[in-house]
């Protein structure tokens, strides 16, 4: 790998209203380098992209380019001198065919169709990307569809190649062809900025680490010399013993504590009949590959989707369930798998996201009033430890982790007995999901029953002292004590009942 520097950010300095979130971080890439930039959510990380892709102006500092100074003041100016970003969520038309996407917008002599369709396909052919130019890019897996964003990068003669959490929408064949698209250009020369949650995929594709923290620079680290675990301690700030004693918890006797909720044949328009039970101050989890039933499953015991069938017993009680709003009312809170589309109202406060679901359960004749709300928002602001400049910013302006604090927070303003967890690390740094694995603990400890769904099995295996196995919507094995282990998971899943 060569060592000569392509870009440098020195003394990189941003502040907003209340928050210094980049102060004098340094940061340096070279050529034919993959450089993970990593660091918890709120530490800076999409701050200096910003600054470098010219979407923030900074507040002091210099970026060279090639051992030039470069003034970045828009996105143009970055694509300009040689600088992209291709983000989690596509930005390209899926109306469009691949070779339109690649051209599109492109200032400058006119090109025949059949002229950018040759281009094109010489362009996917050389990178090795199985598409052709003609193809709908929406008929295209979302691997290829980043492919084709970074195919329109690299033609673009892209020096500086930023890839911002591109492989959380994807399977590991697929991220497997993007690690080999990203070697070839590292080959080629170009430097890539790599950012991601995934720690392996760190250490399978990265040749340096630069770590964030709070805005500041932590170090910059060889990655075959840092250990992923000195990673992780690098990011949060503290050492893992927490972490790695958080499931050494002595074990409950689950089988003794009251049965709180129980659902015999539920179904719904997605949830196959299932049966089901948690009880009082349990920890339970579905586990399942992708499309298994486990969302499905926790949707009909919410109401979520229309409920078909079944029988639900609370306390001993035979209710209906079949609204979201009845399943508050009758103590369950459900923090929703797509946080986005289910979860945050970006436009609307912090505060105002907080107190959504108790004024939903109140009703519209008795609003929360202001001083109330102020002071709900302030104490859970205090209790998740949220970064936010104040209760009424913008929560769509938060970070992820923090986004996710604020639903939690809706859902422990209920004070409900039965909380519904799916996916609430998805997405947020190791330091923000070693919180939310503690907070479920401690809530179960005081009583609260708790299903948690995570696509990460050791992070269930930490949590849940029961697990329900599911495979093509049927529930197909339940493990607890010593069947708790991940070569078991992975057997029930592949073969049956354990």
């Known amino acids: 790998m060569q060592e000569e520097c392509l870009l440098t950010m020195r003394q990189i300095d941003k502040k907003f209203p209340g928050v210094h979130a980049l102060n004098n971080v340094d940061f340096t890439l070279r050529k034919g380098e993959i450089h993970a930039l990593m660091g918890e959510n709120g530490a800076g990380k999409s701050t200096l992209i910003k600054v470098l892709t010219g979407v923030y102006p900074m507040d002091g500092g210099e970026i060279k380019l090639e051992g030039q100074r470069v003034l970045i003041h828009s996105p143009q100016d970055a694509q300009n001198a040689g600088i992209s970003t291709v983000y989690q969520e596509i930005t390209l038309c899926p109306n469009l065919t691949v070779a339109e996407n690649m051209f599109i917008g492109r200032s400058g002599v006119v090109i025949r169709r059949k002229e950018y369709e040759k281009r094109a396909d010489e362009i996917l052919s050389r990178l090795g990307i199985p598409a052709r130019s003609t193809q709908l890019l929406g008929k295209c897996s979302l691997a290829i569809q980043q492919m084709v964003a970074i195919a329109r990068a690299v033609d673009m003669k892209c020096k500086v190649l930023i890839l911002d959490e591109p492989t959380s929408s994807l399977d590991d064949k697929e991220v497997q062809m993007l690690f080999s698209l990203m070697r070839d250009l590292k080959s080629q020369g170009v430097g890539i900025i790599f950012v991601t949650h995934f720690l392996e995929q760190v250490y399978e594709v990265s040749d340096r680490i630069t770590v964030l923290r709070n805005g500041e620079l932590v170090g910059e680290y060889l990655t075959e010399e840092l250990p992923q675990v000195q990673l992780v301690s690098r990011m949060i700030g503290k050492e893992l013993e927490e972490l790695s004693n958080l499931g050494e918890t002595e074990e409950k006797q689950d089988e003794e504590k009251e049965v709180f909720y129980e659902a015999k044949n539920l179904s719904s328009s997605d949830a196959l009949p299932f049966d089901f039970t948690i009880r009082k101050g349990e920890v339970n989890g579905f586990t399942g590959l992708l499309g298994s039933g486990r969302s499905e499953s926790v949707r009909a015991i919410f109401g979520a989707d229309k409920v078909t069938g079944g029988t639900v017993t609370i306390k001993d009680k035979r209710v209906k369930i079949t609204r979201p709003v009845e399943a508050m009312r009758n103590g369950i809170g459900y923090l929703a798998e797509d946080r986005k589309r289910d979860g945050i109202i970006a436009e609307l406060s912090v505060r105002e996201n907080i107190i959504l679901a108790l004024q939903v ?57 039965y909380l519904i967890l799916d996916e609430p690390t998805r997405g947020i740094d190791v330091g923000t999901k070693l919180e939310i694995q503690k907070l479920v603990l401690k809530l179960a400890e005081e009583g609260m029953s708790i299903t948690f769904i995570s696509s990460e099995v050791e992070e269930m295996l930490r949590t849940c002292s029961r697990l329900i196995v599911m495979r093509d919507r049927h529930i197909v094995g339940e493990l607890t004590g010593n069947d708790l282990n991940q070569t078991q998971v992975m057997k029930t899943i592949a073969g049956g009942e354990a």
């Not at 923090?402 to 004070?415: D, G, M, P």
């Open 361 to 417: 359960m109140n009703g519209v004749f008795k609003p929360i009033s202001r001083s109330e709300s102020e002071a709900f928002a302030d104490e859970y602001i205090k209790v998740l430890n949220i970064k936010t400049a104040s209760r009424e910013t913008p929560v769509g302006s938060l970070s992820g982790g923090n986004q996710q604090k604020v639903i939690l927070a809706r859902w422990l303003l209920t004070h409900p007995d």
